[in-house]
Structure formats: structure tokens, C-alpha cells
Antibody, heavy 116, light 112 residues
């Protein structure tokens, strides 16, 4: 079955950087668009980035210029490089598989806390 | 960005009764390819979201047939017939027609 396992979250000071990883299994990773979606504590969901099968990338305005999504199909892995982190970036970050312009599978999430 | 507005935000329901959640978009969700990319998710306490319905009314395998989706244009509805205790959680709608994909605020379903 589809499995998405995020890692790399943690506590970082404002202005710092963090790299999230997502290990995918149970499906042909290279055939799917992949996304990062975040959920701030007690808040709603925000799609922040997605990457196509051809590695075209899209970003929400809130992270454009600071975050970079990438994929390594040989390793069945998705990444999110996060720079210039702010307190407002504090959230659980989910790796997600896109299908039919929707999300059909989610990881368990990894918590990123930006605080001094 | 397309704004998705859900109502109600809190939904107390008696076991065995039906429940409806409304989701309205700030603009029509019909895509250039003719499809309407409106999705419903369920998020149980402490869990990741789980997709229930995609493209307005297509139920995911594994989603109980008590869940159904309907609507068109800018108005969409998730209906849960015969609510069970396992249905407790937060329900979100999401549009995938235009980037950035956007979610509703969530509707918290609880048992009376």
C-alpha cells in the first residue's frame, strides 16, 4: 500500500534553515505529482508547493523564494529545503501524493517549530 | 487565490442522524478541461487527513457509502447519512482547479 514517511522536522531559530525529506513506497513514485502541505497548530491546511513528474515546481506566495521542492526518483524521495524560516512557518508539514488535482495519500507529518 | 468557505464550523450530530456540510468557493471551480476539482477530506483526531470524495462526487475506495458529495459551480455539499461514532473529526473541502490549491477552514463534527 502507499506509504509516505516524512523526516527532518525540528526546532529552528528564526532565519534558519531546515530540509525535510519524504520517503515514498508502495507505488511508482516517478509517475505522480507530489506536494507539501502544512497545518499550523490548531489551524487549517495550506498547500505550499508541488512538483510535477517532469520536476516543474509551483509555490504558494507565502513560501516563494524561501522554500525549494525537489525529488529524486531513483531514491523514491521528495524534499523540501526551507530557508529564512519565520515564526509563521511553524506547522506540521505533510508530504502528499497528488492525483486528479487532489491529494489521495498523506504522510503522518513532521513538526517544524520556528522559535528563538 | 480562490477562497473556500465552509459552514457550519461546528456540527453536533446525534448518532444515526444525517449531517450536511456546505462548501462555497469564491469563483467557479470548472476547469478548462471540463472537470470540477472539489475534494472532501476527513481528519480524525491525531491523524493525517484522509480523502473521502474527489471531483465533487466520486467516493474513494475505503470510504463508507454513507458519505456522498454533490454540487456544482461554486456550491458543494458533503452529506453523511447515519452518522457513526467513528465519523468524529474535522472535515475539509479543497479546490484543485487553480493553483494554489486552497482548503476550507474545516468543520468539526461531534456527537451530541
Amino acid at each position: 500500500q502507499v506509504q509516505l514517511v516524512e523526516s527532518g522536522g525540528g526546532l529552528v531559530t528564526p532565519g534558519g534553515s531546515l530540509r525535510l525529506s519524504c520517503a515514498a513506497s508502495g507505488f511508482s513514485f516517478s509517475d505522480y505529482y507530489m506536494s507539501w502541505i502544512r497545518q499550523a497548530p490548531g489551524k487549517g491546511l495550506e498547500c505550499i508547493s508541488y512538483i510535477t513528474t517532469s520536476s516543474y515546481t509551483y509555490y504558494a506566495d507565502s513560501v516563494q523564494g524561501r522554500f525549494t521542492i525537489s525529488r529524486d526518483n531513483a531514491k523514491n524521495s521528495l524534499y523540501l529545503q526551507m530557508n529564512s524560516l519565520r515564526a509563521g512557518d511553524t506547522a506540521v508539514y505533510f508530504c502528499a501524493r497528488e492525483n486528479w488535482k487532489s491529494v489521495d495519500s498523506w504522510g503522518q507529518g513532521t513538526l517544524v517549530t520556528v522559535s528563538s | 487565490d480562490i477562497v473556500m468557505t465552509q459552514s457550519p464550523l461546528s456540527l453536533p450530530v446525534t448518532l444515526g442522524q444525517s449531517a450536511s456540510i456546505s462548501c462555497r468557493s469564491s469563483q467557479g471551480l470548472v476547469s478548462n478541461d471540463g472537470n470540477t476539482y472539489l475534494t472532501w477530506f476527513q481528519q480524525r483526531p491525531g491523524q493525517s487527513p484522509r480523502r473521502l470524495i474527489y471531483k465533487v462526487s466520486n467516493r474513494d475506495s475505503g470510504a463508507p457509502d454513507r458519505f456522498s458529495g454533490s454540487g456544482s459551480g461554486t456550491d458543494f455539499t458533503l452529506k453523511i447519512s447515519r452518522v457513526e461514532a467513528e465519523d468524529v473529526g474535522v472535515y475539509f473541502c479543497m479546490q484543485g482547479t487553480l493553483w494554489p490549491y486552497t482548503f476550507g477552514q474545516g468543520t468539526k463534527l461531534e456527537i451530541k
